[in-house]
Structures are given as C-alpha cells and as structure tokens.
C-alpha cells in the first residue's frame, strides 16, 4: 500500500482525457473536483496555477505533478489523467506531458505533502512503472497499478530484515 492509495479513488483516473492545454486541463479538474467534492472549481484552478508559478511541475519522461494547497479541505485528493494527446507543460527535458498526476492538499498538511510528492517522484522515475502504465487501455488497470505501487525504501528496507 502506498500514500496515494486512500486519496484516489478510480473515480478520478482518466485515459484519454481531452484536454488542449495546461490551463484547459487546469479547468476541467476544477470542474472534477468542483462536482466529486464540493470544492469552487476556481479555487482548484487558483491553487494549481499559483503553483505552477513558482516553476513548472513537469518532472521530464512525459510525467507532470501539479499541486496545490486548499484552505478548506479537510483531506488530501488526487486525480491521475492520461490526455489524449501530450501537453505542453515546460519540463525540463522539454517533453510534453504524457501522464498527469494532481495532488491538492489541506493547506496545513505540509508533511504529507512532501511525503506524497517524494513517494510521486519515486513511482515516476521508475521507467518499468511509466512503460505499464502507459500501457494501460482502461482507468481500472492504471487505478490498480497506481495504488498498488510500493515505495522503493520500503521494500529494499523490509528485504534487508
């Protein structure tokens, strides 16, 4: 089991998702979690773009991390989307993104964040992860990969006992 198990469920994993742009992309989640949670799709789309500010959230290999600090919430929610077609997003290797994964947290919770964000970072860089799950054709195999991925430490660290 992993962080992002509990904040995704397979509701908010989208293959194919068509979106044009970060900021069309940035919109439609607002929308998502405007309708799944309550939350103004503006403030979602606020907290994102005021992240992306600071710097782009594209980490290189076609894999982007946006997030962002809601004030209101109570829990941590994620959503996984693989658009359609790659969108332009500044990474530092200057590929498109292929694979979109959104984190919004409470606006206290800076420790998990950084947890997730770490544990994120670790899944992406693996290349065997993005090859499956780029692979993947439907939202319940890429949810299944996804949520059942484990943390490199915690396995080299449980092989070692």
């Known amino acids: 089991m992993n962080l992002i198990s509990k ?3 397979v509701s908010n994993v989208f293959m194919g998702f068509d979106a044009s742009s970060k900021k069309r992309l940035f919109e439609q989640i607002g929308v998502l979690f405007e309708n799944s949670e309550g939350i103004a799709r503006a403030t979602t789309y606020d907290s994102l773009f005021a992240r992306e500010k600071l710097g782009s959230t594209g980490l290189g290999h076609g894999i982007a991390i946006p997030h962002g600090r809601i004030k209101a ?7 996984f989307v693989k658009p359609a077609s790659p969108i332009a997003w500044d990474a530092p290797d200057g590929l498109p993104a292929e694979m979109i994964f959104f984190i919004l947290v409470p606006e206290k919770a800076t420790e998990q964040h950084l947890q997730i964000l770490s544990e994120l970072a670790q899944m992406f ?3 065997s992860f993005r090859d ?5 054709a439907d939202a319940e195999s890429a949810h299944r990969l996804l949520t059942s991925w484990t943390p490199y430490a915690a396995t080299h660290h449980s092989a070692a006992i």
């Open 125 to 127: 860089s693996d290349k």
């Open 73 to 79: 919430l109570k829990q941590t929610l994620c959503a």
């Open 132 to 136: 499956s799950i780029a692979a993947c």
């Open 7 to 9: 904040s995704l469920p």
